[in-house]
């Protein structure tokens, strides 16, 4: 067989990751830019943004020919993979393959078939059937959703700041924390604060100060990040139970690597779930999966 490079690229909802690497010697060069840099407002379907992508990776001497694996966040639907699949295949001629960014961390742990646990800056759970079609749970936003992710763990710990305060308690150390970020004095600023020009970076920036606050013996704090592990144990069990194949589950993501509380309670969640399967912390980037997928594609 002959040499050829292969592309492998992560995107996530902050940063994306672009590696080349050569088929036999995989020797690697690495790229890390800013989603917001190159992602247009029409999304992952847009075709200048898919241009500007594959540009970077071209500047790391693979070319159009190359073995192309791209795991990203918001293809979350066939429908979704389909458009950013079409808009890269304007601009790209070699062998392609497009998923969801959580199906990057099983390969890149080693496993064929995991399921994947994203919970970074957005969050979601998927695997795939036996046939190989995606099957995912959660990701529906930092609104919203997204159990587990910065943004998410800082508007559940509000929340629970907020229920405290209707019961008549003084703040405590989590509130305390919350209102010393958010630069202010009463739980009822806090809020309005904290919904004032609301954004998923401002959401997420607050979220180490839950679990600062949980390590310093917030209770509250803790209970956030225990029931935000419970949700995502629960997608687990959900998407095995729509026939994903798993001989593992993988967690990667932003928050998770970082937080040993988080993984922690996530291995309690799965276990009180009944999941017995081999619970993994990935703390290689996931971007190598992509490019173990490639591989597979030459």
């Known amino acids: ?31 890390r830019l800013r989603t917001r840099d190159w992602l247009s407002p029409a999304g992952l379907h847009d075709q200048e943004g898919a241009k500007a992508l594959l540009s970077r990776a071209y500047e790391l001497g693979a070319d159009r020919l190359a073995a192309l694996t791209v795991g990203a966040h918001g293809c979350d639907s066939e429908a979704q993979t389909r458009a950013f699949k079409e808009a890269l295949q304007r601009h790209h001629d070699g062998p392609l393959l497009v998923l969801n960014d959580a199906l990057l961390v099983g390969p890149a742990a080693g496993f064929t078939d995991a399921v994947g646990i994203i919970a970074g800056t957005g969050s979601n759970v998927v695997g795939r059937t036996p046939e190989g079609d995606p099957v995912t749970a959660g990701g529906y936003g930092w609104m919203i959703g997204d159990p587990g992710s910065a943004p998410g763990i800082t508007r559940e710990s509000i929340r629970a700041v907020q229920r405290e305060h209707d019961r008549g308690h003084r703040p405590g150390l989590l509130a305390v924390r919350l209102m ?108 190598a999966g992509a490019i173990a997928l490639a591989r597979t594609l030459i």
């Open 1 to 31: 067989m002959l040499a050829m490079k292969l592309i492998g690229i992560d995107v996530g909802g902050t940063n994306t990751r672009v590696r080349v690497a050569d088929s036999e010697s995989m020797e690697v060069a690495d790229a």
């Open 180 to 287: 010393e970020h958010f630069a202010t004095d009463t739980i009822d600023d806090l809020s309005l604060i904290f919904t004032h020009r609301a954004s998923i970076h401002r959401w997420a920036e607050a979220a180490p100060v839950v679990f600062t606050a949980a390590t310093d013996g917030s209770r509250l704090a803790r209970e956030v990040i225990r029931a935000a592990a419970d949700e995502l144990a629960i997608s687990v069990g959900d998407v095995l139970a729509r026939r994903a194949k798993a001989d593992a589950v993988v967690a990667a993501g932003g928050v998770v690597t970082a937080q040993s509380l988080l993984q922690d309670e996530l291995a309690r969640a799965l276990a009180d779930q009944g999941i017995d399967l081999p619970f993994v912390v990935l703390h290689d980037e996931p971007v």
